[in-house]
Nanobody
Framework: QVHLAESGGGLVQPGGSLNLSCVASKSIRNFNPMGWYRQAPGKQRELVATIRTVGRTNYADSVQGRFTISRDSEQNAVHLQMHSLKVEDPAVYYC??????????????WGQGTQVTVSS
């Protein structure tokens, strides 16, 4: 079983920044992709950003240019830098990882989430 532990959530004013981190309990070498999703109250969980092992990234239109996803194989971690936070960004942010074995889907893992609140 793989555990994903998120951290870095909190309260920030509009226009502010937060850095989220997700540390995996094992090597992320075979996690492809890793990503961040978010779920606001009363809404479906939605993709925020993903990153593949080769570094290719994908962002939701709503965060493009404000958020940056990165992965660190030495730390077994994926990070999400969030800038210019808006009042529509608050949600529980979840770390996600797709495990690949010999090129084939093996399993999907989720963290327990970290709350991001944007308020003045």
């Amino acid at each position: 079983q793989v555990h994903l532990a998120e951290s870095g959530g909190g309260l920030v004013q509009p226009g502010g920044s937060l850095n989220l981190s997700c540390v995996a309990s094992k090597s992320i070498r075979n996690f492809n992709p890793m990503g961040w999703y978010r779920q606001a109250p009363g809404k479906q969980r939605e993709l925020v950003a993903t990153i593949r092992t080769v570094g290719r990234t994908n962002y939701a239109d709503s965060v493009q240019g404000r958020f940056t996803i990165s992965r660190d194989s030495e730390q077994n971690a994926v990070h999400l830098q969030m800038h210019s936070l808006k009042v529509e960004d608050p949600a529980v942010y979840y770390c996600n990882a797709i495990s690949i074995n010999y090129g084939e889907y093996e399993a999907e893992y989720w963290g327990q989430g970290t709350q991001v609140t944007v308020s003045s």
